[in-house]
């Protein structure tokens, strides 16, 4: 006799994706001026690959935003590009560089431009009128966003209270806000990373060539590899080496660190972030490390 049982149990990626697309219909659905977060690095191309799959066959009901720091890697920004060419999506590129020009932010020649990006950032949510702006953070990359909601709320100078985040029993979301208030979206926040490597791999998602194992001139400080290039040169007795390495995560590359590594494939890297035991802001990025407290302090001030 023929079995004609069907399992309907949906495997851990599936019910993140549906989760997530759940999420983009909803913000739509609900947020006049929603506005994507894009930076062409891993988790916010796995996130425009979960909002194509929302909305198709129609194109993206929202717009794409980059903070462009003037520092990204060029690997990342042709991807982006691609990326935004493929889809037909409207890019606003919100410079950093022009934000200082107008007097949006203050360059005192000490903080860094990720950290500035948080002024260019609200300057083109208000100036743009975004109700909502998606991002790609996930609660696996830091404690401070461990504690962050699917839907973020940010007062009417762009600023994160976790003490007035609103509770999301049942996956129900409120997304009630006041005239100069906005949400911050994150679609991705029971993603781990090893979740999000499964599904590029899974989906056969173009990403920036820098994310695999291959040579490239590199500077140890700090207890990083930090990748030679116009701001980073030698200092006293650091030394210029060639080693095989691959970025975990893609910033502004005076504060992004590399990891020696010899994955130059997804199945690799699988294995290779299996067996990690630090997370991939914790043990590449230069700007979380300034204080225990680091990336709450920027959150409070309108970080990502």
């Known amino acids: 006799m023929t079995n004609t049982h069907v399992d309907y149990q949906l495997s851990q990626l599936d019910q993140l994706e549906a989760e997530s697309i759940h999420i983009f219909r909803e ?13 062409g690095g891993k988790d ?29 890697f060029d690997e990342v920004l042709s991807t982006r590009d691609s990326w935004v060419e493929r889809l037909g999506a409207r890019m606003i590129i919100a410079s950093v560089e022009d934000a200082i020009a107008a007097g949006h932010v203050v360059d005192d020649g000490k903080t860094s431009r990720n950290r500035q990006q948080i002024g260019a950032l609200l300057n083109a949510i208000e100036e743009n009128g975004f109700t909502a702006a998606f991002g790609g953070g996930r609660r696996d990359e830091e404690k401070a966003r461990a504690k962050e909601r699917v839907y973020s709320h940010r ?6 209270d976790p003490k007035m985040q609103r509770p999301e029993l049942w996956s129900l979301y ?35 060539q820098i994310y695999f194992a291959h040579e490239r001139e590199v500077i ?10 116009p701001e ?12 095989m390495v691959r970025f975990r995560t893609v910033g502004d590359r005076t504060q992004t660190g590399c990891v020696e590594s010899v994955a130059t494939d997804t199945a690799a890297i699988i294995d290779e972030i299996a067996i990690a035991r630090v997370t991939e802001r914790g043990a590449t990025r ?19």
């Open 174 to 208: 409120n997304g009630r806000i006041h005239a100069g208030e906005h949400m911050r979206i994150f679609p991705l926040s029971n993603w781990t990373e090893l979740d999000i490597w499964h599904y590029i791999h899974r989906e056969q998602i173009q990403i920036p």
């Open 220 to 229: 140890e400080r700090d207890g990083m590899l930090l990748s030679l290039g």
């Open 27 to 39: 913000v739509a659905a609900e947020f006049e001026k929603p506005v994507l977060m894009f930076s």
């Open 286 to 304: 230069g700007d979380d490390r300034f204080s225990e407290a680091a990336m709450e302090d920027r959150k409070k001030e309108g970080y990502f």
């Open 155 to 160: 007062d009417d100078f762009g600023q994160w």
């Open 44 to 72: 916010s191309i796995v996130m425009l690959r979960l909002a194509e799959k929302a909305f198709f066959p129609a194109k993206l009901p929202f717009p794409l935003l980059q903070v462009d720091t003037g520092l990204d």
């Open 232 to 243: 980073i040169q030698p200092k006293g007795n650091e030394k210029v080496e060639t080693k």
